[in-house]
């Protein structure tokens, strides 16, 4: 037998007491330090109203997820003490992040309702206008100045009509194109 014919009959055992003795030496001997949890609850409400918003998701960490109630209150229990975060969403809603106090602190989650601008383009004779463009544009601040950046286009339907959704609070402006 050649050396490399001896070394590949002995390689596949040598590998396997090697991954054995890696793992055994990973195994827990004895009860490691507990970590304790808590009780996280609290409410989501909508930022501009302070009414509850019900069925908006809530999940703490990576693991644990929920829908509020009609009064828009959540509760999880067996919280890792482990820093964490609140994330609520809704769709309809922009959400707010805020990081889980302590146990037997209640927290309130506020999630922003979006805005939707639509309407009806119509001509001198008052009859719908269709596939005309409709570009939104919104007044934001970069580096100090203030800029109009369009943010969202579209296209009026067979009934002149156009919409746009999820649009935050701001100040915005339409423009038409015209047809040739």
């Not at 644990?64 to 959540?74: E, I, M, N, P």
């Not at 601040?141 to 156009?162: D, I, P």
């Not at 959704?165 to 047809?179: I, K, P, V, W």
């Amino acid at each position: 037998m050649t050396t490399l014919n001896r070394m590949m009959r002995f390689l596949p055992p040598a590998v396997l007491m090697a991954a054995a003795t890696i793992c055994s030496s990973q195994v827990s001997t004895g009860p490691q330090g507990t970590s304790k949890s808590h009780t996280v609850s609290g409410q989501v409400v909508s930022s501009i109203t302070g009414e509850p918003i019900e069925r908006a998701r809530v999940q703490v960490g990576a693991q644990q997820a929920a829908l509020t109630d009609h009064d828009g209150h959540f509760e999880f229990e067996n919280v890792s003490a482990e820093p964490a975060y609140a994330f609520a969403s809704k769709p309809g809603y922009f959400a707010e992040d805020k990081a889980v106090p302590a146990q037997g602190e209640s927290i309130t989650l506020r999630l922003i309702p979006e805005a939707i601008l639509f309407g009806t383009i119509t001509d001198q004779n008052g009859q719908p206008i269709q596939d005309l463009p409709v570009q939104l544009t919104m007044l934001r601040v970069e580096n100090g100045v203030r800029r109009w950046r369009q943010v969202q286009g579209t296209s009026t339907n067979v009934e002149g009509q156009f919409r746009f959704a999820e649009l935050q609070a701001g100040q915005y402006s339409l423009a038409t194109g015209f047809r040739i």
